[in-house]
């Protein structure tokens, strides 16, 4: 035989995490065998994942639902989206790293992480007590934020950050964000403002307050948009963020000449010279974003935490749409 990386002879222990914990053999994780809503979910013991090469191991602390979540739960993106049952739900994480793989030298045991941790299928996702990840997913976590908070900003932010930096946005720009008071256009205002734009936002009236503390100026959804925003800026919004969907035809009546926009929920605005967009899982851009939050003193808004064995009932007050901030899981109890 040929010696070399086959030959486990040159590699004793080939295969196995460095720093891994050899006591545990088995987590406790939320999993589902079939397509449905949340009831499908359970509660229940799993193998703990295998740390390839380039991989890290993390302790899960929190995790936090997202609408795609319950979207691929439900079949929504299986003509796009391979999925490997019992599938564990999840790809907002926050934790503390445990083991590392062979050749991952970015992170070590103990380092406290984040990710949007989606990977090429879904299957061992971050409603679980260790998820194991490519490290060129993680960033650090911002050391302003606690865990609970910490789990909402991956994919919400990245979201946001991804898409304003697309449609080059500049200071001095006006920004309209349709779907202020949600999870990523919450995050989408901050960002926004600390790229030094001047942001309007929409929101039903109740949440005008909440947007004015985030540096926006609301203004109230729905027929008339078009007129309320232009009687703020009389030639309109450079640029158009829409976090909602459903939003084209107001898009259009208030871009200025010249201007850009986006959507990450109507792929029609690509007939309208606008940009369809689904976040990218990229760990640098999760670190410019950490980095942004401890320096630009940016919020995560959470609604409702929920302990792991509730993951249901956090999936349906995700779905009912009304909440302002995020949806948490607790997986560790110390979180």
Same mark, same amino acid.
């Given at each position: 035989m040929t010696r070399g990386m086959f030959d486990t002879r040159l590699a004793p222990g080939f295969g196995i995490a460095k720093h891994a914990c050899a006591s545990v053999?088995?987590?406790?994780?939320?999993?589902? @065998?079939?397509?449905?809503?949340?009831?499908?979910?359970?509660?229940?013991?799993? %193998?703990? %994942?295998?740390?390839?090469p380039g991989m890290v191991l993390v302790k899960v602390k929190t995790a936090a639902v997202n609408p795609v979540d319950w979207k691929i739960m439900a079949g929504g993106l299986d003509a796009i989206m391979d999925l490997q049952f019992p599938a564990i739900p999840g790809w907002d994480v926050a934790g503390v790293v445990e083991s590392v793989g062979i050749d991952a030298r970015q992170f070590q045991p103990g380092d406290e992480v984040i990710a949007y941790g989606r990977k090429d299928y879904v299957h061992g996702g971050s409603f679980a007590e260790y998820i /194991? $990840? %490519? &490290?060129?997913?993680? +960033?650090?976590?911002?050391?302003?934020?606690?865990?609970? &908070?910490?789990?909402?900003? %991956?994919? +919400?932010?990245?979201?946001a950050y991804q898409v304003l930096n697309r449609l080059g946005l500049k200071a001095g720009e006006t920004v309209l964000i349709?779907?202020?008071?949600?999870?990523?256009?919450?995050?989408?205002?901050?960002?926004?403002?600390?790229?030094?734009?001047?942001?309007?936002?929409? @929101? @039903? *009236?109740?949440?005008? &307050?909440?947007?004015?503390?985030?540096?926006?100026?609301?203004?109230?959804?729905?027929?008339g948009l078009a007129e309320?925003?232009?009687?703020l800026r009389p030639d309109g919004a450079d640029v158009v963020a829409d976090f909602v969907g459903g939003?084209? &035809?107001?898009?259009?009546?208030? $871009?200025?000449?010249?201007?850009?926009? /986006?959507?990450?929920?109507?792929?029609?605005?690509?007939?309208?010279?606008?940009?369809?967009?689904?976040?990218?899982?990229?760990?640098?851009?999760? *670190?410019a974003l950490a980095d942004l939050v401890d320096s630009r003193k940016i919020r995560v808004e959470v609604a409702e935490v929920f302990p792991l064995d509730k993951a249901a009932d956090a999936f349906r007050a995700n779905m009912e749409g009304h909440t302002r901030g995020k949806i948490v899981v607790a997986v560790d109890h110390n979180s």
């Open positions: 053999v088995g987590m406790k994780a939320i999993t589902y @065998s079939t397509y449905g809503n949340p009831d499908v979910l359970e509660y229940g013991d799993q %193998p703990m %994942p295998k740390v390839g /194991a $990840l %490519p &490290e060129r997913l993680l +960033a650090r976590k911002p050391a302003s934020l606690g865990w609970t &908070e910490a789990a909402g900003l %991956p994919l +919400a932010g990245l979201t349709h779907g202020g008071s949600g999870g990523v256009g919450s995050l989408g205002i901050q960002i926004a403002v600390a790229m030094g734009a001047s942001v309007i936002a929409t @929101s @039903s *009236q109740k949440n005008h &307050e909440f947007l004015r503390s985030l540096g926006a100026e609301p203004v109230a959804y729905g027929e309320r925003v232009h009687g939003n084209l &035809e107001a898009t259009l009546a208030v $871009l200025a000449e010249g201007g850009r926009h /986006a959507s990450i929920a109507d792929s029609a605005v690509e007939q309208h010279g606008g940009d369809w967009m689904w976040v990218n899982p990229v760990g640098a851009d999760l *670190q």
